[in-house]
């Protein structure tokens, strides 16, 4: 009977062992389901994406001030000059990632008497072991902030220290305004939505309990509720001086939810597949991608489990924990992405800064990489969430 390879030793000594693929294909098995960073800069504006300055800001019109009437010849007039214009106001955020190396990971990497070609692909294959952790690292960790819990100390206020999340911007709470314990917030980019009621994000009900998943029930379903989400977020040009006016069409619009919210939709669809087709034939599973109304519905892999939801106390719950049935259930943000991206500084989007050695660590090298942003919503009146009202509908 033969031996295992492994018991000749002078021969693994000498040739080591050899791996199955190249640097080029390491799997990343850290990647996550997916990435609403994606939806945001796919095609977004690179004037708007990329900024200067100390702060972003902009000018918006949240208020009418009318000077219109009717008029009778001879009348006397009376002029006005109305200011409208309000200025939002967001501070930078700052985030850092790096990766390191130490001399002994780089030399006992590379055996005696390797080959010029040899040595380029041991230090190719270390340094996209080592860029492919630090580029995830970094942008997993966007994508966390995202959805982050929002708190007013932490995103509103100047020396705060994380960017807006999707949540602190379109959420189910009067005026739009999240309280965590306390720490609430009273304006959302230094504009107050209490006296600019234009300032808020569109909300919509379903009923819990089972009617949201039956389509025997079209007025408390989820799909009745995007019947009435879908004119509140659709703002239509005129015929005359469109160049005023903001573009009416949806192209960027999608809509995030969390696993079991797609698959509760995907659900209600299928149970109606006879309605829409004409004929007794289950024809969606074909689809995995479902719309409404041509509008992606979005899978964001961390609604799975943010304790996103709750009164203000200082206990919030997942849309699938039972322990509170007033906040159990699927919620759905209707994004568009032509009025909400994260901003980038010009001179900080992802800089990697020269390798440094410390005096104290002389055999460590790290190279750092830095980047200035935030979340802005240009409107909030053209997002929106829907989201259950009554009996726990976790259930789904």
């Not at 994606?38 to 504006?45: N, T, V």
């Not at 069409?249 to 079991?260: D, F, G, P, T």
């Not at 719309?291 to 106390?313: E, M, R």
């Not at 919030?316 to 699927?330: K, L, N, R």
Request: proline share 5%; with cysteine.
């Amino acid at each position: 009977m033969g031996s295992a390879l492994s018991t000749f030793t002078d021969f693994i000594a000498s040739t080591g062992p050899s791996y199955l693929t190249s640097a080029d294909m390491l799997i990343n098995e850290v990647q996550k389901n997916s990435y609403i960073m994606r939806r945001f800069l796919k095609g977004a504006d690179k004037s708007f994406v990329l900024q200067g300055g100390a702060t972003i800001k902009d000018a918006l019109i949240l208020d009418e001030n009318s000077t219109f009437q009717q008029y009778q010849p001879n009348d006397v007039f009376t002029w006005q000059n109305p200011q409208v214009t309000t200025t939002m106001k967001v501070d930078w955020r700052f985030s850092v990632d790096h990766m390191s190396w130490t001399d002994q990971e780089i030399e006992l990497n590379t055996g005696g008497g390797a080959s010029n070609e040899a040595l380029r692909g041991i230090y190719k294959r270390l340094k996209k072991e080592k860029e492919m952790r630090m580029w995830t690292s970094m942008i997993n960790g966007w994508e966390d902030l995202l959805w982050r819990l929002p708190k007013a100390s932490e995103m509103e206020a100047a020396g705060g220290l994380y960017p807006y999340s999707i949540p602190a911007l379109i959420n189910e709470k009067s005026n739009g305004l999240f309280d965590y314990n306390g720490d609430a917030f009273t304006t959302i980019h230094d504009i107050n939505p209490s006296t600019k009621t234009r300032w808020k994000p569109q909300t919509q009900t379903f009923t819990g309990g089972t009617d949201y998943i039956n389509a025997a029930t079209p007025r408390s379903n989820i799909m009745g509720a995007f019947d009435q989400m879908f004119y509140k977020v659709k703002f239509e040009a005129p015929p005359t001086k469109q160049e005023y006016f903001e573009n009416p069409k949806l192209n960027a619009q999608y809509i995030a939810c969390s696993r079991k919210g797609l698959n509760a939709y995907q659900q209600l669809l299928r149970s109606s597949q006879d309605r829409f087709t004409g004929i007794a034939n289950y024809q969606d599973p074909a689809y995995l991608t479902p719309q409404y109304g041509g509008i992606d519905l979005q899978y964001v892999a961390a609604l799975d489990t943010a304790a996103l939801y709750g009164s203000a106390g200082s206990t919030y719950y997942a849309e699938d924990d039972t322990a509170s049935a007033a906040t159990a259930g699927p919620r759905y943000y209707w994004i568009n992405g032509q009025y909400m991206c994260p901003v980038f500084h010009t001179s900080r989007y992802m800089v990697s800064k020269a390798p440094m050695v410390h005096p104290n660590q002389p055999f460590t090298t790290v190279v750092v990489t830095d980047c200035w942003w935030n979340l802005v919503a240009r409107s909030r009146q053209r997002h929106g969430i829907v989201y259950p009202t009554g009996a726990d509908c976790s259930a789904y």
